[in-house]
């Protein structure tokens, strides 16, 4: 089975180069903007981003598991637009139950359940050795 189109007759594959980088850029900042606006739970994570990035810099620990430890705050923002973007096809296409739309929304929840499983790892396993250390 061939598709509907060939890529060239996408209206929305006409940018290249930095034209292409630069309206990606802006569709980026404006899924971020809206995220902000519109997800509650977008504003938590990003609020637990910002209380623990700036403590994640102060800990005496390495440069790497510094690192480690923002990048599991920031995965845990990229999973739940990922499942926001889920939820938004999905209800694009309904509002009317089905018990697919219920798993694919119920997915995305796992896969952010368990980003924020990691990140809550990651913080334990760096952070105690240096609550126990110090008492």
């Known amino acids: 089975m061939s598709a509907p189109y060939h890529i060239d007759q996408n209206p929305h594959k006409g940018n290249r180069g930095l034209a292409r980088a630069w309206h990606a850029a802006k569709n ?3 899924g971020l903007v809206y995220a902000f606006q519109e997800e509650s739970a977008f504003r938590q994570e990003l609020t637990l981003l910002v209380l ?3 403590l994640a810099c102060f800990l005496p ?4 598991e510094k690192a480690l430890l923002i990048a ?4 845990v923002l ?3 637009l990922l499942n926001s973007s ?4 999905i209800d694009r ?14 997915f995305g929840s796992a896969a ?4 924020l499983l990691i990140a809550v790892l990651m913080w334990s396993a760096v952070c105690l050795p240096i609550v126990f250390k110090s008492s």
């Not at 620990?61 to 790497?64: A, I, K, M, P």
């Not at 599991?72 to 995965?75: F, N, T």
């Not at 296409?93 to 119920?106: E, M, N, T």
């Not at 952010?112 to 980003?115: D, K, R, S």
């Open 28 to 30: 980026s900042w404006c």
């Open 52 to 54: 623990l990035a700036p």
């Open 61 to 64: 620990v390495t440069h790497l």
């Open 72 to 75: 599991s705050l920031i995965m």
């Open 78 to 80: 990229v999973v739940e």
């Open 86 to 89: 889920v939820e938004a096809a």
């Open 93 to 106: 296409i309904s509002f009317d139950h089905h018990d697919l739309s219920k798993r694919a929304k119920d």
């Open 112 to 115: 952010v359940m368990l980003a």
